[in-house]
């Protein structure tokens, strides 16, 4: 099946720093998320890419979708205390018309492992 | 109101037990998902079900059984717990879009 590697898989760094992550994948997707989790809490969603080779930026976050299809990146500006969490990526097939044949790839996200960050005020 | 919750967030049982995890959302989203997470090992997906009629296995369903009782509610069974299903476990809906939308979680320990 698919499988996404994320690394770095903790980071430690001082406040102010910007923040470099990213996921591979072996096998391409249609559509790349980021998600940040805080402790006790679900994850939330932090920026969507739709297109190979798309740059979106969401304030001091900025993502890419590779343009293999197979990879993605995303970095963190000038990181202050509240960016502390971890950060995972998640690739997703194009949603086609699915069968009830069970098994299609199609709708599901794969998740990356995750990137724990730690900030030192 | 949370668009997505669960009940109950935290869970303590033991082996053998038959637990049910519930799931609500006031989204109007079709698709639900379960999840687990355990640490170093990001989401793995346990079921999902893109409408009422629907359920699919996900990567990880032996031990479990879901219900999905209505557009709005999605439950996710151990029909008999073990230790090693001690986790956070989440639900998720999503739209066409493929952006899913997580609920809390609830922590299970099994003893």
């Known amino acids: 099946g698919q499988q996404l590697n994320q690394s770095p898989q903790s980071m430690f760094i001082q406040e102010g720093e910007d923040v470099s992550m990213n996921c591979t994948s072996s096998s391409i997707f249609n559509t790349w998320l980021w998600y940040k989790q805080e402790p006790g809490e679900g994850p939330v969603l932090l920026i969507a890419?739709?297109?190979?080779?798309e740059l979106t930026s969401n304030g001091r976050l900025t993502a890419q979708f590779g343009i293999t299809r197979k990879d993605s990146f995303l970095n963190i500006s000038a990181s202050i205390p509240s960016d502390v969490g971890i950060y995972f990526c998640?690739?997703?097939?194009?949603?086609?018309?699915?069968?009830?044949?069970?098994?299609?790839?199609?709708?599901?996200?794969?998740f990356g492992q995750g990137t724990i960050l730690t900030v030192h005020p | 109101d949370a668009d997505v919750t669960q009940t109950p967030r935290n869970r303590i049982t033991k082996t053998g037990k038959r637990i049910m995890l519930e799931c609500s959302q006031t989204?109007?989203?079709?698709?639900m998902y379960w999840y687990r997470q355990d640490p170093g090992l990001g989401l793995r997906l346990i079921y999902y079900s893109f409408d009422v009629k629907d359920i699919n296995k996900g990567e990880i369903s032996d031990g479990y059984s879901v219900s999905r009782q209505a557009q709005a509610k999605f439950s996710l069974s151990l029909e008999s717990a073990i230790p090693n299903q001690t986790a956070l476990y989440f639900c998720?809906?999503?739209?066409?879009?493929?952006?899913?939308?997580f609920g809390p979680g609830t922590r299970l320990t099994v003893l």
């Open positions: 998640a690739g997703q097939l194009s949603f086609q018309p699915y069968t009830n044949a069970g098994g299609t790839s199609y709708g599901k996200l794969t």
């Open positions: 890419l739709y297109k190979a080779g």
């Open positions: 998720a809906t999503s739209d066409p879009l493929a952006e899913q939308f």
């Open positions: 989204k109007g989203h079709d698709r």
